[in-house]
């Protein structure tokens, strides 16, 4: 069993940066994938970023590639996604994801409860 908590989400202005952090509990952290969804008014959850459980392996949603950048530390068992260059399109709320099907994400075996982002223009 594994709980995700993330925190790090607010009110950012446009060209801006925000850190999101997930901590997740359980022993067996370091053998996950994480990843990050994002979820918009009216639109549905779409993937963001995936780290492989080594941190060797990232993969990101083109509409972030160059901005965004997903981390872990498999001591603290915390996954980050740093936000820079921050749009209005990227207002929604960010999920953390956790899953055993690697970067890929295609299955997701956890998820965390979700911390608002809102970007302003």
């Known amino acids: 069993q594994v709980q995700l908590v993330e925190s790090g989400g607010g009110l950012v202005q446009a060209g801006g940066s925000l850190r999101l952090s997930c901590a997740a509990s359980?022993?067996?952290?370091?053998?996950?994938?994480m990843g990050w969804f994002r979820q918009a008014p009216g639109k549905e959850r779409e993937f963001v970023a995936a780290i492989s459980w080594s941190g060797g392996s990232t993969r990101y949603a083109d509409s972030v590639k160059g901005r965004f950048a997903i981390s872990r530390d498999n001591v603290e068992n915390t996954v980050y996604l740093q936000m820079n260059s921050l749009k209005p399109e990227d207002t929604a709320v960010y999920y953390c994801?956790?899953?055993?099907?690697?970067?890929?994400?295609?299955?997701?075996?956890?998820w965390g409860q979700g911390t608002q982002v809102t970007v302003s223009s």
């Open positions: 994801a956790a899953s055993q099907n690697g970067v890929t994400m295609t299955l997701v075996d956890y």
């Open positions: 359980g022993r067996t952290f370091s053998s996950y994938a």
